[in-house]
């Protein structure tokens, strides 16, 4: 979906032939008031819902679905940088997607991950707003504790083609030390990167940080009618996780949105209003699990 930052499953074990794995996913996060460059202030909070379902077909084949909500609300302050009118307030994202995972060695590891949804402000519905592509990962295992790959978000994404190419990192460097990717990859950007420490069997602490930058259709009572508006930010963030049970976790997160930019266009094309905004500071809480 758009912002996505914090959204996860609990930690996946490996499937056996005939397995099916149904997970969903709760998120809240909250950005506090950020000054804008040009003038004036926001803040924004969003939630997001994700269910998902795989099933192992063979020892070689994996297929799975998923559905994810999400919606953004958007306060500003004195917007100044937008001629003093707020250009966007609540933004809803639909997604449909799917998985595949092909498996031909027990070395190597190739899959693609084709979704679409649709990105827009309250009122707009689906014209002119959708979003979609796939993500595609080839990743070998060079020992038990070591697998990288390289991957690639390709999107079309509201009129703009994007591409994300990210490296795929599960390096298990000790019993507690892990170096993986925490976040997914989709529309919005790469998976980016997390180190973490597991404490015990219940308490894991982390850091990391990704790239994020994600489009949505404007709607027609707005200044920028039928336009386009943009958030991109570079989020780094450290994660304090509670496992209650194998498959139920819940996540604590405190976010620095750094290097952002917010950006407003007119639906021909022909003014284009942005603004880059100071680190923004935020919160989230994500609770995940898997049946």
Known sequence: ??????????????????????????????????????GGDFDWYMANARLGVNHQFTSDWMAGAFVTYEYEHWSWSDATAFGGQAPWEGISTPQLGMDFVYTPTKDW??????????????????????????????????????????????????????????????WQITDKLLLRNPLPSGPAGGAGLELSYKVDDQWTVGAGGA?????????????????????????????????????????????????????AQSADGSRTVNSDYSTGFGLGLNLSHRF
């Open 1 to 38: 979906a758009s912002t996505l930052l914090l959204v996860g499953v609990a930690q996946a074990q490996p499937m056996q032939p005939g397995q099916t794995v149904t997970s969903f996913g709760l998120t809240g996060v909250n950005q506090f008031k950020t000054d804008m460059d040009a």
């Open 109 to 170: 590891r190739l899959s693609v991950s084709p979704s679409v949804e649709w990105s827009a402000e309250t009122g707009v519905g689906t014209s002119g707003a959708s979003t979609y592509g796939a993500v595609l990962v080839a990743a070998r295992t060079f020992s038990p504790g070591l697998t990288l790959g390289l991957g690639a978000g390709v999107f079309r994404q509201i009129d703009e083609n994007k591409v994300f190419p990210f490296l795929s990192v599960n």
């Open 211 to 263: 790239y994020r930058s994600y489009r949505f259709r404007l709607n027609n009572s707005g200044p920028y009618a039928g336009g386009i508006g943009q958030n991109r930010f570079i989020p780094v963030f450290a994660r304090v996780s509670y496992q209650f049970m194998p498959g139920t976790r819940l996540d604590f997160y405190g976010m620095a949105a750094t290097g952002g930019n917010v950006q």
